[in-house]
């Protein structure tokens, strides 16, 4: 049984960082890309971004480029979203996805896995 599992989700100020984690089980985590992706209330999810399995390619969507950071770590079958210079426009539900296949996608229909999300809340 494949399951992913975020923390790391709270209530910041704009400004601050924050890390989120996504700990994966069942499933054979080298081989996946994984993906985080966002939900604000009455929005669709939407793409964050998401990495390769040995981390060698990435994508960010454009709102967060050059503030969220996503890395791997396969020993820990764990992923990370390292988020800094936060806005409340980053205020939403963070999901981590899984993806089998050498291939990074953009799109929450090209991933097998979805956790449960981590609600990050940033203050206007």
């Known amino acids: 049984q494949v399951q992913l599992v975020e923390s790391g989700g709270r209530l910041v100020q704009a400004g601050d960082s924050l890390r989120l984690s996504c700990a994966a089980s069942?499933?054979?985590?080298?081989?996946?890309?994984m993906g985080w992706f966002r939900q604000a209330p009455g929005k669709e999810r939407e793409f964050v971004g998401a990495?390769?399995?040995?981390?060698?390619?990435?994508l960010y969507a454009d709102p967060v480029k050059g503030r969220f950071t996503i890395s791997r770590d396969n020993a820990k079958n764990t992923v990370y979203l390292q988020m800094n210079s936060l806005k409340p426009e980053d205020t939403a539900v963070y999901y981590c996805?899984?993806?089998?296949?050498?291939?990074?996608?953009?799109?929450?229909?090209?991933?097998?896995?979805w956790g449960q999300g981590t609600q990050v809340t940033v203050p206007s």
């Open positions: 996805a899984g993806r089998s296949g050498p291939y990074v996608s953009t799109s929450t229909t090209g991933y097998d896995y």
């Open positions: 069942g499933l054979t985590f080298n081989r996946y890309v």
């Open positions: 990495l390769s399995w040995g981390g060698g390619t990435t």
